[in-house]
């Protein structure tokens, strides 16, 4: 069965300091992952893909799938970054959406 | 284009009591998801529909909660009896080929 581990449920850093959301999955077949992310007040909403390998909002995700990861990272955080971030893997033919847990990412001024 | 709309937005009812929420997906959307979101978790999956067919359901707790999707576009998710441990945030989302899932505000349900 597919599995999404987010291991921190908050992470504190300062603007402008790197940041590194963590993302582990099981699953035994191809892996699509996804970042969602919640800010407040507002809906659950795409942040990126791994297939598109593309860069929104200055975050980026690499799939690594030896360690099987999908870390979100940005160089420089910003205040406006403070939000609820949810992995997610996409399996089966169906394409059944499973999401971790969330981090918390809160940005400190 | 027009999001998903879910209602009611908030909910409170007493334990044993039976509630109902409602969906519309964004048109054209085939696929149809309904998770539940309890606090400090994230959202997991209670069932997903295929235009009017269930093709996932595993995680629903058929003794009480049911679901339909009448026609293949509107959906609602029923709780009959409602337990404590039903509060939650219940999420609807569509998608048009499942890579990528648009959200509704969630139907907030608090059973006392």
Same mark, same amino acid.
């Given at each position: ?11 504190s850093v300062?603007k402008?300091?790197p ?11 191809s892996?699509?992952l996804?970042?969602y ?7 659950l909403?795409l942040?990126l ?6 860069s929104?909002k200055?975050?980026t995700?690499d799939?690594?799938?030896?360690e099987?990861?999908f870390?979100?990272k940005?160089?420089?955080a910003q205040?406006?970054?403070s939000?609820?971030?949810y ?17 918390? %990412?809160?940005?400190?001024? | 284009e027009?999001g998903?709309?879910q209602s009611?937005?908030y909910?409170?009812i007493? #334990?044993?009591?039976?509630?109902a929420?409602?969906? &519309?997906?964004i ?8 998770y539940?979101?309890?606090?400090g978790q994230?959202p ?6 295929? &235009?009017?067919g ?10 009480r909660?049911s ?6 576009v509107?959906s609602t %998710?029923k709780?009959q009896p409602?337990k ?6 219940y999420?609807c989302?569509?998608?048009?080929g499942?890579? #990528?899932?648009?959200f ?9």
């Amino acid at each position: 069965a597919q599995r999404v581990t987010q291991p921190e449920k908050l992470l504190s850093v300062f603007k402008g300091a790197p940041v590194e959301l963590k993302c582990n999955y099981s699953y035994s077949g191809s892996p699509e992952l996804f970042w969602y992310v919640q800010y407040s007040r507002q809906r659950l909403q795409l942040l990126l893909r791994h297939i598109s390998r593309e860069s929104i909002k200055g975050f980026t995700a690499d799939l690594n799938k030896g360690e099987t990861s999908f870390h979100l990272k940005k160089p420089f955080a910003q205040e406006e970054d403070s939000a609820m971030y949810y992995c997610a893997l996409i399996s089966g033919g169906y394409q059944k959406v499973t999401f971790g847990t969330g981090t918390k %990412l809160q940005v400190i001024p | 284009e027009a999001g998903v709309a879910q209602s009611p937005r908030y909910k409170i009812i007493e #334990k044993r009591q039976s509630v109902a929420f409602w969906c &519309n997906p964004i048109s054209g959307h085939a696929t149809l998801y309904w998770y539940q979101q309890i606090l400090g978790q994230g959202p997991k999956l209670l069932i997903q529909f295929q &235009n009017n067919g269930v093709v996932d359901d595993s995680q629903l707790p058929k003794d009480r909660f049911s679901a339909e999707r009448l026609k293949g576009v509107d959906s609602t %998710l029923k709780i009959q009896p409602a337990k404590l441990e039903d509060s939650a945030v219940y999420l609807c989302a569509s998608s048009h080929g499942g890579e #990528k899932l648009f959200f509704g505000s969630g139907t907030q349900l608090s059973v006392l």
